[in-house]
């Protein structure tokens, strides 16, 4: 069965670093576009960024364009999200989800916390 099993989460000061990755398996990695998408406290869900299967196109949210980055690694099952520069508005719950865009959205991990806080 389709899998996605993030990890890499976890408490940063403002202005730090993480890496986030997403396992997949269960299904042709390869052949599908995957997305972030994150929820922070009392908040929606928000998306965060895309790529495609080929790992050779990808967008951003304003919110976090020019501080993360969204990267793929299609020989190893492995989506990842590199996130610099962070802010205390990007703490939430991240999701790695397998699709372009929200009506292809089905299938999501379980999330991973990340907590911006000095």
């Known amino acids: 069965q389709v899998q996605l099993v993030e990890s890499g989460g976890g408490l940063v000061q403002p202005g730090g670093s993480l890496r986030l990755s997403c396992k997949a398996s269960?299904?042709?990695?390869?052949?599908?576009?995957m997305s972030w998408v994150r929820q922070g406290p009392r908040k929606g869900l928000e998306w965060v960024s895309q790529i495609n299967a080929g790992g050779g196109s990808s967008d951003y949210a304003d919110s976090v364009k020019g501080r993360f980055i969204i990267s793929r690694d299609n020989a190893k099952n492995m989506l990842y999200l590199q996130m610099n520069s962070l802010k205390h508005e990007d703490a939430a719950v991240y999701y790695c989800v397998r699709g372009w865009a929200p009506d292809e959205y089905n299938y999501w991990g379980q999330g991973t916390q990340v907590a911006v806080s000095a």
């Open positions: 269960g299904f042709s990695f390869s052949g599908y576009a």
